[in-house]
Structures are given as C-alpha cells and as structure tokens.
Nanobody, 124 residues
Framework: VQLQASGGGLVQAGGTLRLACAAS????????MGWFRQAPGKEREFVAA????????YYADSVKGRFTISRDNAKRTVYLQMNSVKPEDTAVYYC??????????????????WGQGTLVTVSS
C-alpha cells in the first residue's frame, strides 16, 4: 500500500488543522492506521492510531483530548483532526499502516508502510 499525507501548514497556537492520508490499493480496511510525528532533533513518536473498522482509537497522552483520528474506508483515507494546537506540536507528521499490529501498538516498528510526511508548524 502507498500512503500520501497532506494538510500540513502553518497555524497559530490554539488553532486547528486537519491532516489527511490517502492510501492506494484495495486492502486499506485490512490495516491498522497510525499517525506519528518527528520534531527536529527528536525521535519519531506515536501520536494516534485507529483499528481496521474505525471503532477503536488510541492516543498519546500529549494529544489526548485535542486530536482526533478517524478513517473512511470507502475513501481509503485516514484523518487527524488537530484542535487547540500548541507550539510543541510542531513536527513532520507521518501516517503509517500496519497489517498485523493493534491500534495499541505505539512502536514505529509495528508499522509496515509509511507516507512521506507533512510539516506542521505552530506559531506562538
């Protein structure tokens, strides 16, 4: 599966942004989908994940209550709604797909396919 992330940009603190990740191929619904981010000089970190049917989600503590992950299997797209953004949310955001992993898997190693990343910059 190939993943294409979009929606990044410059946003003021407290604002909102919606990321999208479009997948190619017909087997999108077979994959757990996740969002990760990587800030300059830091390791890639887990942000959120959603199970195959879209009924289960899991979030990093740092974004819980502010970010919402969702998916539309008919459109083969996963979304990350980012509300009340903070300067510390600044990073390149990556979507990823896992064929066997659970949406509770926080490790990047659990994911098989990655998008190219989209930059989110939050100004204070």
């Amino acid at each position: 599966v190939q993943l294409q992330a979009s929606g990044g940009g410059l946003v003021q603190a407290g604002g909102t942004l919606r990321l999208a990740c479009a997948a190619s191929g017909r087997s999108f619904s077979y994959y757990t989908m996740g969002w990760f981010r990587q800030a300059p000089g830091k390791e890639r970190e887990f942000v959120a994940a959603i199970n195959r049917s879209g009924t289960g989600t899991y979030y990093a503590d740092s974004v819980k209550g502010r970010f919402t992950i969702s998916r539309d299997n008919a459109k083969r797209t996963v979304y990350l709604q980012m509300n009340s953004v903070k300067p510390e949310d600044t990073a390149v955001y990556y979507c990823a797909a896992s064929f066997v992993g659970s949406h509770y898997d926080r490790s990047p190693e659990a994911y098989d396919y990655w998008g190219q990343g989209t930059l989110v910059t939050v100004s204070s």
